[in-house]
């Protein structure tokens, strides 16, 4: 049942990423309206999925590397939703593509929880995770802004003024939902890290500064410190220096991620 | 009666020439009631900067109407006959059904699909349906535009035909807009105060721009613009300090030199400003030093940008003309079936009420030998007839409307007629369908 729902789902995002792709490129304007209506009924396919697993396994889809992804793809995708109030919907350029590939990777692992038995287990710990999972679906709604502001920026300051500037919403807007991102994002990584020093604190009396996913979490943490620092910085071009850090704070959280994930030693519960 | 279609456009005859055909609202109520005199059944008269076309429906036995509305047109326009034929067209029928859905479309118009034309076809047709009670338009020209409306509709949420700014004005608003998202609120500074000034402060104040700023070198000048359209003027002097507090400057002066140089810029303190500048140089030559540009936060665009942005949503356009066709085509066959299909309306009542009058008086002497069945047996008596004779006169009628639709009409009506012997009863009196055979929606 699961992996119905998440293979329907899967190919609902490909049909949506299709769709923008050929509106972006034939410069159709009804495109990101009907890309956006596909990929909504997918997030509502992937949702029922993770609802699923959770009644079948009684167990919340945040352990394990192939349910996490799978519930980061779906958060991605709610914000994708909450995009539409901004008239961003052409960001589904980018964030479709990556919710496909999330469900996809989750379909591939194989969505089963992983059976380790994990002393932390609890509302605690659903709210730390979900918490962080927000804050990274944040990130790469920030990054998918972020790429389309400087894309944009370029276009209209080359005055190239084809594709991209027909098809890539008005700059204010990118920015307005690159700007709110970072701020959910930011807040919702900070509430994780809290929670989750908290419970180590109290539970096993140590930071755990050595923890992969504790470095992960600051380095994140830090990335949206610098995106915020780069709006409140200096005068002229504050948007895109943003949007900028963006793009930049997110490909660095990524390959912090691969290397940590590379090097992590075996055993370990590291997502 | 048939359809017609007199006019002049843009096609045909220059601006010089198209501006002397101009009729206005006044003046078309009058043309209404001196065409209903010339043999037109129905009349709308569609008069804008690029066309005045009459649409006519005109009797048969007026075969010169067409010839009549032309010259009514050339004594509108105090034009020679002889001259005025030079620029005017006639188109018949299918042929003008066809004229009208793609001017309505907007595959017509100068500029492919610029909306102004569907509203201004649909006022004319209102303006004719009040005109003295509306006499000047009959079910057949209401039908015919109320499709081409519709169809005009269809084309315009069905294709990106009306997408896209297709003029310089409305490329720079829309530079604008992806520039700063809403101009609500916005300020502008327009330099110069010449006939593209006046259009671009109107296209600022349609987008909500809080604020429009005039500046001309002579001040009077920028005084009365200002006063006209409700913008401020400022003196030339204080351009480089507006400059500052401004998110768009549109440059249109006739200055032989930039007016808005790099130390302008400088002066203005552009750099330690947080929001972006627009600045729209559509004069020629260029009044913007191009290194401006080179600021980070300014966003500069000359006549070339524009029209780049304007080629763009044309050459858009004109790819989506073939499904516009395509959409128009299903429009004119679906009223061109309608129009041609109620020639066969007055066979079809005929033949029906002729066969009705036989059924119902067979019916009657039939059921007065059959008295020993029930109220309810007799019903259903009546019942059986009435459905045999449906199914009986289903396959002609169908047959009719398809000859009708295919344009056989003319050959297959005598020959139902003559089968039948409808015409003799109704020179007989045997019914008075002939009488009532007038026109039908």
Known sequence: MVTILISSALLLYLVASGVLARSFAGGGDAGPRTGTMVAALGVALHGAALAAFTALHNELPLVGLAPSLATLGFLIGVFLLVTTITNARPVGLVLVPVMAVLAGLALVLGLQPTGEDLAFRGVWFAFHVLAAFIGYAGLTVAFAAGLLYLLQFRELKGKRLGRIFRFFPALPTLDLLGRWSVAIGFATLTLALLLGWGWTVRFQQTLAPGNPQVIWGVITWFAFAAMLGARAWGTAGRERRAALASVIGFTVVVLVYVVLRLSVVAGSVFL | ?441
């Open chain 2, 1 to 441: 009666m048939s359809l017609a279609i007199v006019g002049i456009s843009h096609r045909t005859a220059p601006l010089e020439v198209r501006e002397r055909f101009v009729v206005d609202a006044e003046q078309s109520a009058q043309a209404m009631r001196r065409l209903a005199s010339t043999g037109c059944g129905e009349a709308v008269l569609l008069s804008t900067c690029n066309r005045t076309e009459l649409y006519m429906r005109v009797a048969e036995d007026h075969p010169d109407a067409a010839d009549l509305a032309a010259r009514f047109l050339s004594d509108h326009a105090r034009m020679a006959e002889h001259d005025a034929d030079r620029y005017l067209y006639t188109l018949h029928d299918e042929a003008a059904v066809e004229h009208l859905f793609r001017v309505v479309a907007s595959l017509d118009s100068l500029v492919i699909g610029e909306a102004q034309i569907q509203g201004q076809v649909k006022t004319a047709y209102e303006r004719a349906t009040t005109t003295d009670g509306g006499f000047s338009v009959g079910p057949v020209l209401a039908r015919m535009f109320e499709s081409a409306l519709r169809v005009g509709g269809r084309v315009r949420h069905e294709t990106r035909l009306g997408t896209g700014a297709a003029s310089i004005p409305s490329a720079a608003m829309e530079l604008a807009r992806k520039i700063f998202g809403n101009l609500k609120g916005r300020r502008a500074l327009v330099l110069g105060a010449g006939e593209m000034s006046e259009l671009t402060v109107e296209c600022l104040r349609s987008e909500g721009v809080q604020q429009v700023l005039v500046s001309n070198r002579t001040a009077a000048r920028a005084g009365e613009v200002a006063a006209r359209l409700g913008a401020t003027a400022v003196p030339f002097e204080r351009m480089a300090a507006t400059l500052g507090d401004v998110d768009i400057v549109v440059s249109a002066t006739a200055a032989p030199h930039p007016v808005i140089t790099d130390a302008v810029i400088a002066q203005a303190r552009v750099a330690e400003r947080k929001r972006p500048l627009l600045i729209l140089d559509i004069a020629l030559p260029r009044d913007v030093e191009p290194e401006v540009g080179a600021q980070p936060n300014v966003f500069l665009y000359d006549i070339d940008d524009l029209s780049q942005v304007v080629e763009g949503t044309l050459e858009r356009r004109r790819s989506e003309v073939s499904i516009a066709e395509g959409i128009i085509r299903d429009g004119v066959r679906d009223f061109w079936q309608w129009y041609r299909g109620r020639n066969v309306v007055p066979t079809i009542r005929d033949l029906r009420g002729w066969a009705e009058q036989v059924r119902d008086a067979e019916t009657r002497r039939a059921l007065q030998s059959l008295q020993h069945l029930s109220a309810k047996d007799q019903g259903q008596v009546e019942a059986l007839t009435r459905q045999l004779l449906a199914k009986v006169l289903h396959g002609p009628t169908t047959r009719l409307r398809e000859a009708a639709a295919d344009g056989r009409d003319a050959h297959v009506l005598e020959v139902a007629r003559y089968l039948f012997g409808l015409d003799d009863k109704a020179r007989n009196g045997a019914g008075s369908a002939t009488e009532r055979r007038h026109d039908t929606t």
